[in-house]
């Protein structure tokens, strides 16, 4: 981990009611109440927003939504704007998801407004990128990334981009078991940073870029002591508030041994 604030977030998917919601945090927030060197962001299903965010005030923990539509209002039945988001309480948005864009049919094109439409609503966008188990195995990896991230991105000023989070999230790693080895994940954050590089070097020494698919209590330290991954995008794992909060311990403690080593 370098001197960046990790991001740790809990995507729950389409798991929790208001009142599952309600139990987590009553487990969760006290284990991790003492955490200010991490930043941990919880994402639940929308109708659970209000009330995550209700139960999280006065915490560190902040609250995103796990999708947006890219206009602010109008005739799109099923949809909700980044204004309705903010109106709740969203500090945050999930973007691009992998399951979104498999199950859901979302484009590049759309991300591409959704990602302008959600910093200019004030909602920081968790951008998700990643690559299908086939596309690794014919070596395409770094084409996909760059593919994905210069079209999501290209509607965003290079000001702005260090606003954002990405997610390295592999398709073939997500909700598998199959983590992806620290190497491949530090391997290909670093290309996703030298890509923000070729745009600002400012913004690529600042945005966090973290990891996602199959990272668990046993795994997140190892993968979280890497130099590139800035924290972690957690499904399956987050649902469980003690192994969360122990993911979230390990993000901590990354982070003070990166900050012992830079004071060396
Ligand atoms: P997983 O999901 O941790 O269950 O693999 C990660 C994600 O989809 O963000």
Redesign the pocket.
């Known amino acids: 981990m370098s001197s960046r604030v990790p991001v740790i977030a809990a995507?729950w998917?389409m798991n929790k009611t208001i009142a599952d919601a309600e139990a987590f945090l009553g487990d969760f927030l006290p284990r991790v109440g003492e955490v200010t060197s991490a930043d941990v962001v919880i994402c639940p299903p929308y109708l659970a927003l209000k009330a995550v965010v209700e139960l999280c005030a006065g915490s560190a923990v902040s609250v995103a939504a796990q999708n947006m539509h890219q206009e602010p209002h109008g005739a799109f039945t099923g949809e909700v704007s980044a204004p309705m988001l903010r109106e709740v309480g969203a500090d945050g948005v999930v973007l691009g998801?992998s399951?979104r864009r498999t199950y859901f049919a979302e484009t590049d094109a759309a991300l591409a407004a959704k990602l302008p439409a959600a910093l200019d609503a004030g909602l920081r966008p968790i951008l998700c990128v990643g690559e299908t188990e086939a596309q690794r195995d014919a070596e395409e990896t770094e084409d996909v990334l760059r593919g994905q991230v210069e079209a999501d991105l290209a509607n965003l000023r290079d000001a702005r981009l260090v606003e954002l989070v990405i997610?390295y999230?592999p398709v073939w790693?997500?909700?598998?078991g199959r983590t992806a080895t620290p190497e491949q994940a530090d391997g290909a954050i670093g290309f996703i940073r030298s890509l923000i590089a070729s745009r600002s070097e400012e913004a690529a020494a600042a945005i966090r870029i973290v990891y996602?698919?199959?990272?668990t209590p046993d795994n997140a330290a190892e993968l979280l002591g890497r130099p590139e991954i800035d924290g972690a995008?957690?499904?399956?794992?987050s649902l469980h508030p003690e192994g969360f909060a122990s993911i979230v311990a390990a993000a901590a403690a990354a982070a003070a041994a990166a900050a012992a080593a830079a004071d060396r």
Do not use: D, Y
Not at 233 to 237: D, E, F, K, N, R
């Open positions: 995507n998917k998801h399951e997610a999230e790693a997500i909700g598998t996602g698919g199959s990272v995008l957690v499904g399956g794992a």
